[in-house]
């Protein structure tokens, strides 16, 4: 076994040594004005015809490439360089400073595929998949971008994932799948041209907490552009969200089943939005007066929901999202998080349980 492992760190160092012959050590620029872009600064975005102030730029970059390891890290190269504002290092959850990028270090080590013509770089790490960050963090890139420039001049679209979800919601821009390019297949490319964008709203800190800072123009630009295209049926003014069928496994209520019987003793139904379209998922959301739910990707979809909705968020106790607190407060919902014991207390997202006397409790509060 100790054989084994120093094999492959011997492996490992002579691979990362070859990808530094191939395309050289990457970087921090001393001097931004020596590199070869154009920067179109973006002070303000109309949105459902009012303005609001924002403080975000465009990038195009020719000659760039760019290396995501799919998890923590995207950097984008000139020259290797890396550039600083639209590179992207998350490490355990904190938004760290471009020295921390592991390409410094480790270099670019995936073969490089070149790409003819404009990508529009839509990848940051791993969190690019999830539900909440792919609405919330990349779609408003493509507005930001609309705001100067037409996205049929892009050729491509380097994004995080093609899953159906995200193919559905990106042909809405007129995105089609032949203009996609999947970085979980091409995790290092090279393209005549890179379109970027710094991040919409967040760049520093804990990303968790970051999130409170959330701008009020994403939510009602992602209602004024999804809103209209509900699809209607049977459903709910009163709904629980199953996620017992999550793939990821975390923030599930072990005693979920006794939570679904006595809310439907109570007048509620239980939904598990991955059976639903996307569609079929913003009627869900907007047509509840009340939704309780554990903590998860699906409580997005509150963007979507009427002012006064009554929101209950069942959340471990030492869980620090504040994400449906923010979305409340720009929507007006009546708001209550309910923070429970993990049944194993030694890391965050564990499973939870909560007690058919204290639901009862919450049900009264509601009515």
Known sequence: MIIKKLLQKKF?????????????????PNNLNNINFKKFEIKEILINKKKFNIENNIYKIPNCRVFTDLVENVAIIKDNYILPQISYQQIKGELKDIRYNRVINLGTNRIKKKIDGKVFCLVQGGSGNNYFHFLLDIIPKLRIYQEYFDLSEVDYFYVPGTYHWQKKILSLFDIKE?????SNNFRHINANEIVAIDHPWYGKGYVQQEISHLPEWIIIYLREKFLNLKKKFKASKKIFIDRSDSEYNHCKLINNQDIIKHLKSKGFESYQVSKLDFFEQIFLFENADIIISPHGAALTNIIFS??????VELIPNNHDSVKCQRISKILN???KKINLKQIDPSG???DIRIEISELNKILQSLD
Do not use: A, E, S, W
């Not at 490992?12 to 921090?28: A, D, E």
């Open 12 to 28: 490992k160092t002579i691979f990362q040594f070859v990808f530094k012959f191939l395309y050289g050590k990457i970087t921090v």
């Open 178 to 182: 032949d203009r996609l390019i999947d």
């Open 306 to 311: 009427k002012p006064n909705l009554q929101l």
């Open 333 to 335: 919902f009546n708001y």
């Open 348 to 350: 965050v997202d564990g």
